[in-house]
């Protein structure tokens, strides 16, 4: 029967009002906290205001997945109930379905702590900072892209540090795990929310053992003097020769928030803020244009006694390698630059960047000719006869990466790009390694400590294997080698403490209500010589 004009309003009321009462008959607290979001089908998080203190906001859908771990308290995750045929529910993980456990919440803004700084100790050596080998593990969720493949997949394809011979020892000996449970079978399949860990025997690059300089300290701000060849914060193979670690360990100076970035092999005037509401109000200053930055840099050849500005457009090549060159797609920036001095072979030059692109400095001073002396990117062979002067570079971006990397590797020097062979894209098959064809009870090649004898240690991978819930390491922390560690296998050759400098030097940092400068590095000197 069709509902006439008049009746169709009323009828539709009454409809959307059974409908209302159905939908928050079983919804607990009050409409205002748990108001249906109809366009997403989920519920809307609740205003900050709403929220236990120190609640962080996670996104609703994590919050409906059968988690029980709550602000301020942790519990044993509840699995959550799946509909069965019949009508009745049962417990995902029963009748052989692998159980994924929800994600577990993060505390925002919480930085490195004590138990991170204990991992390992430093010791000097050679004019350099080293950091003994030491375990850490490897955590993250599942990326999309990895659900309904396999781990067998997953490290052949996207871990390539280490050959897949590695992946099926390290399985063997326990070092890998799916939400905390060793796995042995890399042909497991992936789940969403799956928690993956790989305890791994680190090591780490050495940097100079310059020390890092107090500048300045009070209530809001940190300034220090970086040296050259060590990172701001732990990125790629570095955790411990870091700023940020340094600070943390020598100084007692933690939960720092970075102002800015300053290339690992740039020294200078670097700026930490001690509480997040300070930082975000030098960020806000820094989106203004409100901080003036001075550099200083010595430069091939007789650089122009006049000023010299460079506004050339600058495009990333490789995000990996750090690798940029003027182009006309690139973003747009500027640069200013006055010579300071000349020795005949070599100019100190002062730049001043009024835009902050990645490699800003050492790219126009590539582009005008005058590359940084010893700029281990943009002053190298790979780039052509030219050396990418006035842009001309007769090579496409993949060649010149292929280049650049190939270059490094022939001077063994891959760590000055922050790279090692497994970063690399796959060359010729090497033949396979013995060492992964043994039964892994074999005795590891002898080592020498820093303030030790040369000594052979015997691990049995049957006795080392972890249980759940141990840390990484507590049973290998005492071993002088690991069997599954290349690294231990290998023996480098140290780089010189000269080698790891670049004449990049940030001189001053300034802003409303501050100036902060360091003084000239020996190298920025009028009388200074090459070596």
């Not at 835009?355 to 190298?380: A, E, K």
Request: proline share 9%; charged share 25%; hydrophobic share 30%.
């Amino acid at each position: 029967m069709w509902l006439g004009a008049s009746a169709f309003p009323s009828s539709l009321a009454t409809i959307c009002r059974a409908l209302r009462r159905f939908v928050f008959a079983g919804l607990p607290g009050s409409f205002r906290g748990c108001r249906l979001m109809m366009a997403s089908g989920g519920y809307e998080v609740p205003d900050r205001k709403d929220r236990a203190p120190g609640c962080p906001v996670e996104p609703p859908e994590q919050e409906l997945k059968g988690g029980a771990e709550h602000c301020g308290e942790q519990q044993a995750p509840v699995p959550a109930l799946a509909p069965t045929s019949g009508g009745r529910k049962k417990r995902r993980g029963q009748g052989g379905e692998r159980f994924v456990p929800p994600p577990k919440k993060r505390r925002a803004g919480v930085s490195f702590s004590d138990q991170h700084f204990a991992e390992t100790s430093y010791y000097f050596e050679g004019g350099l900072r080293k950091v003994r080998p030491y375990y850490f593990d490897f955590q993250t969720y599942c990326k999309g892209r990895w659900v309904g493949r396999s781990l067998l997949h997953v490290y052949s394809t996207e871990f390539r540090a280490h050959p897949l011979s590695y992946y099926e020892a390290a399985a063997k000996a326990g070092r890998l795990r799916l939400n905390e449970q060793p796995v042995r079978n890399l042909d497991v399949i992936l789940k969403d929310n799956d928690f993956l860990r790989n305890t791994v025997h680190r090591h780490e690059p050495p940097v100079t053992s310059e020390p890092i300089r107090l500048l300045a300290e009070d209530d809001e701000v940190v300034v220090v003097d970086k040296p050259s060849s060590m990172p701001v914060h732990p990125c790629g193979r570095f955790r411990h020769n870091t700023v940020i670690f340094v600070l943390g360990k020598e100084h007692q100076l933690k939960e720092l928030h970075p102002l800015h970035r300053l290339d690992r092999l740039t020294s200078g005037v670097l700026m930490f803020a001690k509480t997040a509401a300070v930082s975000e109000r030098i960020h806000e200053q820094v989106r203004d244009r409100q901080l003036e930055k001075e550099y200083v840099c010595r430069v091939e050849g007789e650089f122009p006694a006049e000023k010299v500005t460079c506004k050339e457009p600058i495009l990333v090549v490789s995000y990996k390698v750090g690798l940029c060159r003027v182009d006309p797609q690139g973003k747009p920036c500027e640069t200013v630059f006055q010579r300071l001095s000349y020795n005949g072979h070599s100019s100190v030059v002062h730049c001043r960047p009024l835009t902050g692109r990645t490699h800003q400095i050492r790219v126009h001073l590539q582009f005008l000719g005058y590359p940084i002396v010893n700029d281990p990117i943009y002053n190298t062979a790979a780039w052509g006869p030219a050396r990418g002067r006035g842009g001309h570079i007769p090579k496409t971006d993949d060649q010149l990466l292929q280049d650049l990397l190939e270059e490094h590797r022939a001077k063994q020097s891959l760590t000055v790009l922050d790279l090692f062979e497994g970063d690399l894209p796959p060359g010729p098959k090497a033949p396979a390694d013995p060492f992964f064809k043994q039964d892994l009870k074999e005795p590891t090649t002898t080592i020498k400590g820093p303030e030790e004898p040369n000594q052979t240690t015997f691990l049995d991978l049957d006795t080392t294997k972890l249980t759940p819930g141990e840390a990484a390491g507590s049973r290998l922390r005492d071993k002088k080698m690991d069997p599954l560690c290349e690294e231990c296998r290998l023996v480098r050759q140290d780089p010189l403490p000269q080698e790891l400098v670049m004449y990049l030097h940030a001189l001053r940092y300034k802003g409303p209500g501050f100036e902060y400068s360091s003084p000239m590095p020996a190298w920025a000197q009028d009388d200074w010589k090459e070596d």
